[in-house]
């Protein structure tokens, strides 16, 4: 199979039916359309056993523009598949071949332990080292699997999605709880770990709500990590509130505020009786598990960031050989420092800003640092918290700008902290320097080195390539990581 190829998931959920086209390119897994109908299959499985008669209908209508939209796009494969609502509905079958009838589609059924293991399987493709509790939360159901690595245990399905425990109607809090309590007591020894992974539009929504409540300045959710007694006041807060409370809160839909509180008091069970230590929040999951379980092991094992990165870096910059060999390049620097007067970011993030290093190559010059900067910040890249995706931003604005990151304060304040803003800092001008010194050039950059000695800077070329070394621009940026540094300039031949 190619490593770069377009793909699609077609995702029949008990509260939303959802088509979601990927472009893949090597470990990177891009989401280029998507689109879904809140259809509420699984609205009446609790009171009568079957599929909601108007979710039919709507999802037979999706289905069939959803196969329309296929038909015009070079696809590799397409998966489809369905979970809790019609794998439990007395006309589930029923339903799985008036689909086939009217669309052509072979719907798989995924049995609750695969729901499971494709969602921990997406955790794993967008946070490499995840390790703890998965739990994926859809509308008729919970699937929970522990995840070391890439070892995954069986997971298990419990009814205890929304509409399994009432939903659309008002939620009876006290006596919901009770329900949810006795299906997780009995997991306590099973599933208590230090971390949880959460999965699933009604808690990426919980997220969302506390963001916009504390005024986090980074609405992102992969890989937004919260204490558990902050996702416990949100969970517990939501729970308790009246729909016409619900109903004010900025960027929620209605249909969604159905669920919501039946969300938040699952989640409120779980941190209390499974005692996790922190929430780490997933914007990938099952449809994403389906397209990751098809990777080779060694593709499996590539770091998400680095990949993404490069990924990115291919598609905006000019030069593929740059991103690594500069990185390389600015690593043989901090392999030189003193660590007490120069302090190092991780491999990880040096590589990564590499990679991203010529991204803005395309973009206006007058603009480039802000717009860069912002593609960082925003873009669904895998693989990276919030301090290193703030991180990364920072760095890729010193680079194309030469100056610190000042426009959003806020996001240094709360989410990176002084101390790496000036890591971020001083290597983005190193980066600078590199590509401006070797005109973007991989196989020049390799005739030219620097490293700190005692208190100076050393920039160097090889004998014969002195004239690299000649431009104004060259020394201007050199001064200036020189002058970050607290270094003096020595600029040399060998």
């Not at 539009?201 to 969302?208: E, I, K």
């Not at 740059?322 to 620097?333: I, R, S, T, V, Y």
Request: proline letters at 4%; one cysteine or more.
């Amino acid at each position: 199979m190619s490593l770069n190829y377009n793909t699609a998931v077609i995702d029949i959920g008990s509260n939303s039916v959802r088509l979601v086209i990927y472009r893949v390119e090597g470990r990177s897994i891009w989401p280029v359309f998507n689109e879904k109908v809140l259809a509420g299959l699984g609205r009446d499985l609790k009171s009568i056993g079957a599929l909601h008669k108007g979710g039919m209908r709507e999802s037979l209508i999706a289905l069939r523009r959803f196969k329309a939209i296929l038909e015009s796009y070079d696809l590799n494969g397409v998966h489809v598949v369905a979970t809790a609502a019609i794998r439990e509905a007395s006309d589930g079958p029923e339903f799985v071949a008036e689909v086939q009838r009217q669309t052509g589609f072979q719907i798989r059924v995924l049995t609750g332990a695969e729901e499971a293991y494709y969602s921990a399987q997406g955790v794993r493709c967008g946070h490499a080292d995840a390790r703890g509790v998965v739990g994926d939360l859809g509308g008729s159901s919970l699937e929970l699997i522990l995840l070391d690595g890439e070892a995954l245990g069986q997971g298990i399905t419990l009814p205890l999605g929304p509409f399994a425990l009432g939903a659309p109607k008002p939620i009876e809090t006290d006596k919901t709880y009770d329900l949810i309590k006795s299906r997780l007591v009995p997991l306590e020894g099973r599933f208590h770990n230090a971390q949880f992974h959460a999965v699933g539009g009604a808690w990426r929504n919980l997220a969302l709500i506390w963001m916009q409540k504390q005024n986090y300045p980074l609405h992102v959710i992969q890989q937004f990590e919260l204490p558990a007694r902050e996702a416990l006041s949100i969970s517990r807060l939501i729970a308790s509130q009246s729909p016409s409370s619900l109903e004010k809160i900025p960027g929620v839909s209605k249909r969604r505020l159905e669920n919501i509180s039946y969300a938040a008091l699952v989640l409120q069970g779980l941190i209390e009786i499974l005692k996790f230590d922190t929430l780490c929040f997933s914007a990938y999951g099952l449809r994403e598990g389906l397209l990751f379980d098809e990777f080779s092991p060694a593709r499996q094992q590539e770091d998400p960031l680095i990949a993404g990165c490069a990924a990115l870096g291919h598609r905006l910059g000019i030069n593929d050989d740059l991103g690594p060999n500069l990185a390389n390049w600015a690593n043989e620097f901090y392999d030189s420092v003193d660590t007490f007067l120069i302090e190092r970011p991780s491999q990880k993030l040096i590589r990564a800003a590499a990679q991203l290093s010529d991204i803005g190559a395309r973009l206006h010059p007058d603009h480039r640092a802000d717009l860069a900067c912002d593609q960082v910040l925003r873009a669904p890249i895998a693989g990276q918290n919030h301090e290193e995706r703030v991180f990364l931003a920072c760095a890729t604005y010193t680079r194309y700008s030469g100056d610190p990151y000042t426009k959003e304060p806020i996001l240094v304040s709360r989410i990176l902290g002084e101390d790496m803003l000036q890591r971020a800092t001083k290597l983005g001008l190193l980066l600078r320097l590199g590509c401006d010194l070797s005109a973007k050039s991989a196989k020049l950059l390799s005739h030219a080195h620097i490293r700190q000695q005692d208190l100076q800077l050393v920039l160097s070329a090889k004998s014969g390539w002195e004239d690299l070394l000649l431009g104004e621009q060259t020394r201007r940026r050199a001064r200036a990581l020189a002058q970050a540094l607290k270094l003096n300039l020595n600029i040399i031949t060998y």
